[in-house]
């Protein structure tokens, strides 16, 4: 099988929040699978850190699956900076899109990561600080802390952590400024609440590309608490992810390090402990009379409150949460499959949900669309599926960033379109005057 991108949203405070679901090559949901969350910078997007970043060019070959959520307005909540700030809870957002990767997907809870670029980076470190039972180790980019998370930040426990930081970076500035807490004060942040020695051990990182403009120190603090902090000091690189295409806009992006693959060799090593671990409810029990479903489930020792996810036999998808005792009552007006699980909702440890049968939830989720595009990804010709109802409608296809780039009518229900010219990146086929959308990846 293929790998698989697809565009995706969740419902969370009255909000519908976007994300990009990298699955890679030969997925299947008997295997469970490394989860990293990659987040945007400042204005950007999802389909935009997927393009800058790369990450999916290790997904197949490293057996993880990436997600590229969307922040509000191009925002994360990780304190006001340059006096712009949100009110959006982002932390329990990426808390809830565990949850849905959990369900629709095999992930394995323990091996949950976080990285991002610049207010991406900013927002991994959060998470590290405020959502430590469910992230194993972060990777943050170009990014520092808001001086709020740096006097608040109390883990449960050491936090693997690999910075990438630039002492030339014209935005996240090395010493910082208001809204931005200085870098080496986050990195001696990070070793203390890591249990690190004091004195790290400093080396060269081989300068192998020297027309780059810039080199790097690999900086490797000691004897940390069952956890590891490595600094990569960058010396004449700018506000830049490095190994990535270089822009020259924001600086110099150094080729020596590249962020996508030494993250990931920093993530594969770490584990959430098994000691933190949050039990799995059992005796999953449902029943209906007079249009009220009941689902009930055994008691976890200490455990008061749970969460519940339903798909109803229409399709509809429900996140129940804070639910006191172990029973739920819903109302159902149609026949037809139940599809259900739950967790604990536990103060610290990563989180398993109850068992189901994974094939038939993603089923009913990822194929209900109107429209299917395959092979995706693609390289030449994508074939494209619509509904009768959609033949002779126009139809454009735009890059990540909205701007068309191939348009034409659709002639039948399954029509081939020539896409050998597109440069590789995030692609969206739409349907003229319509709401109906589908991404796919041209490689």
């Not at 790998?3 to 949901?29: C, E, G, H, M």
């Not at 949950?112 to 998470?127: E, H, I, N, R």
């Not at 952590?161 to 400024?177: A, Q, W």
């Not at 007006?333 to 103060?347: D, F, K, P, T, Y």
């Amino acid at each position: 099988m293929s790998a698989q991108i697809s565009q995706q949203t969740l419902q969370w405070q009255n909000k519908t929040r976007k994300f990009i679901v990298y699955l890679p090559q030969d997925y299947s949901p008997q295997e469970e699978l490394p989860l990293v969350i990659n987040m945007h910078a400042f204005t950007g997007i999802g389909a935009g850190q997927f393009n800058y970043t790369k990450y999916h060019k290790l997904a197949d070959t490293a057996r993880c699956i990436v997600v590229y959520p969307y922040g509000i307005g191009g925002r994360w909540n990780t304190g006001p900076v340059f006096g712009i700030g949100s009110n959006v809870d982002d932390v329990g957002f990426i808390g809830r899109l565990i949850d849905y990767m959990s369900i629709v997907y095999s992930i394995d809870a323990r091996r949950v990561y976080a990285t991002g670029y610049s207010a991406g980076g900013f927002m991994s470190q959060k998470l590290a600080c405020e959502l430590t039972n469910r992230i194993a180790a972060i990777a943050p980019v170009a990014a520092s802390m808001h001086p709020d998370t740096y006097e608040t930040c109390d883990p449960d426990r050491p936090v693997p952590t690999l910075m990438f930081n630039s002492i030339s970076d014209p935005v996240t500035r090395y010493n910082g400024f208001e809204g931005v807490q200085p870098v080496e004060d986050v990195v001696a942040l990070w070793s203390d609440l890591n249990g690190c020695d004091i004195i790290p051990v400093e080396e060269e990182v081989p300068n192998i590309v020297q027309n780059d403009g810039s080199r790097v120190n690999k900086i490797t603090y000691q004897n940390c608490d069952e956890s590891e902090l490595i600094f990569m000091k960058f010396f004449n690189a700018g506000h830049t992810w490095p190994g990535a295409n270089p822009t020259f806009i924001l600086g110099n992006t150094n080729q020596d390090v590249n962020a996508t693959n030494e993250s990931w060799a920093f993530f594969k090593r770490f584990a959430i402990p098994d000691d933190m671990a949050c039990g799995k409810p059992t005796n999953l029990v449902s029943s209906v009379e007079n249009n009220q479903l009941t689902l009930s489930w055994s008691a976890i020792d200490g455990i008061d409150f749970y969460s519940v996810f339903v798909v109803y036999p229409t399709g509809e998808k429900q996140f129940v949460e804070n639910i006191q005792g172990t029973s739920l009552q819903l109302p159902i007006e149609a026949g037809g499959n139940l599809v259900w699980l739950v967790r604990a909702q536990c103060e610290s440890g990563h989180v398993d949900w109850s068992p189901l049968q994974l094939d038939e939830i993603s089923l009913r989720i990822a194929n209900y669309s109107d429209i299917k595009l395959y092979p995706n990804p693609a390289v030449n010709l994508i074939n494209i599926e619509v509904e009768e109802s959609m033949v002779n409608s126009e139809f454009k296809i735009t890059s990540s960033f909205g701007t068309r780039v191939i348009a034409g009518t659709i002639t039948s229900s399954n029509i081939k379109v020539d896409i050998s010219a597109l440069d590789p990146g995030v692609y969206y086929f739409k349907v003229k005057y319509s709401d109906l959308q589908q991404m796919f990846l041209k490689q």
